[in-house]
């Protein structure tokens, strides 16, 4: 069973139609919560990080929140520049130390 | 900005070879990172360090070694490369405590 599940793995919308993409976990004792985006042949670049539950941040059109079992990063108004594989992370007690345990990922595409 | 940076963009091996794969970060960060990812699989954590001559395993470190003999270089070791070892190798760094971790833009190894 995955620790760490995004969905949808695949998602198209309009330049300005506004979604949501969810990472829900199953590992205990969550000590962070972390939001990449990554680019075609490039390594992860970090947006966000959250603790705990309640916790929100934002970043231009991007808008990570959590609760005790998943988070969502809202993206208001995309733009086609924002097409990028969105990856989610944890780190949690029992982990290996400070190692990520990420998800598979959400491939966005936005249409001009 | 946080400067990660790989020895090799592509690389190609035949199996049975020793393969070395060079990381190097400029901003005096603690722990360090090496990750694989395969289409299906996500990002997993190979090996991490989080001091000089400190190294720890991840979720798969079979058939791999590390090293680590000066804090701003991090060494991923295959030490007889197999075709199963074909894959996108992505290092990152993080200051102690922090959790954050910075990629480098990954190496593509190919072992034929």
């Known amino acids: 069973e995955d620790q760490v599940t995004q969905s949808p793995e695949a998602l198209r919308l309009q330049e300005g139609e506004s979604s949501s993409l969810n990472c829900s976990y199953t590992v205990s004792g969550l000590r962070g919560l972390f939001w990449y985006r990554q680019d075609p042949g490039k390594g992860p670049e970090f947006l966000f990080t959250l603790y705990s539950a309640g916790e929100e941040k934002e970043k231009e059109r991007l808008k990570a929140t959590l609760t005790k079992k998943e988070s969502f990063l809202h993206i208001t108004a995309p733009k086609p520049e924002d097409s990028a594989t969105y990856l989610c992370?944890?780190?949690?007690?029992?982990?290996?130390?400070?190692?990520?345990?990420f998800g598979k990922g959400t491939h966005l595409i936005i249409q001009p | 900005d946080v400067k990660v940076t790989q020895s090799s963009r592509y690389l190609v091996k035949r199996t049975g070879e020793k393969v070395f794969l060079e990381c190097v970060q400029d901003m005096d960060h603690e722990n360090m990172f090496w990750y694989r990812q395969d289409p299906g699989l996500g990002l997993r954590l190979i090996y991490f360090?989080?001091?000089?001559?400190?190294?720890e395993k991840g979720d798969i470190p079979e058939g791999y070694s590390v090293s680590r003999e000066k804090k701003e270089r991090f060494s991923l070791i295959l030490e007889s490369a197999s075709t199963n070892q074909t894959s996108m190798y992505l290092c990152?760094?993080?200051?102690?405590?922090?959790?954050?971790?910075?990629f480098g833009p990954g190496t593509r190894l190919t072992v034929t």
């Open positions: 990152a760094s993080g200051f102690s405590g922090s959790y954050e971790q910075y």
């Open positions: 992370a944890v780190l949690y007690s029992g982990g290996g130390a400070d190692g990520l345990t």
């Open positions: 360090s989080y001091d000089v001559k400190m190294k």
